[in-house]
């Protein structure tokens, strides 16, 4: 079966960093594109970061670009999502996401950014 799992998340202060993990198993991973969403509470979920299934196209939100990278390790079946210069307004639930036939989302890891 199709499983997505992030790791990764933290407490960490404005300004730190982080980086993140999704594992993904059940689908041959290096055919598919990957993104990283993140949902704060009372906000709707958005992407923040995609990657094309070899890694020679990534996409990131505006409020992150500059500061955060996308990339993967086909051999590893591994998704990362470095996060670099945090702000306290990319605290969220990061979430793994796969379009397959059908959408799959992974558990989350949660990023909390506070002073």
């Known amino acids: 079966q199709v499983q997505l799992v992030e790791s990764g998340g933290g407490l960490v202060q404005p300004g730190g960093s982080l980086k993140l993990a999704c594992a993904a198993s059940g689908f041959t991973f290096r055919n598919y594109a990957m993104s990283w969403y993140r949902q704060a509470p009372g906000k709707e979920r958005e992407s923040v970061a995609y990657?094309?299934?070899?890694?020679?196209?990534?996409n990131y939100v505006d409020s992150v670009k500059g500061r955060f990278t996308i990339s993967r390790d086909n051999a590893k079946n591994t998704v990362y999502l470095q996060m670099n210069s945090l702000k306290p307004e990319d605290t969220g639930m990061y979430y793994c996401?796969?379009?397959?036939?059908?959408?799959?989302w992974g558990q989350g890891t949660q990023v909390t950014v506070s002073s």
């Open positions: 996401n796969v379009r397959l036939t059908l959408s799959y």
């Open positions: 990657i094309s299934s070899t890694g020679g196209t990534t």
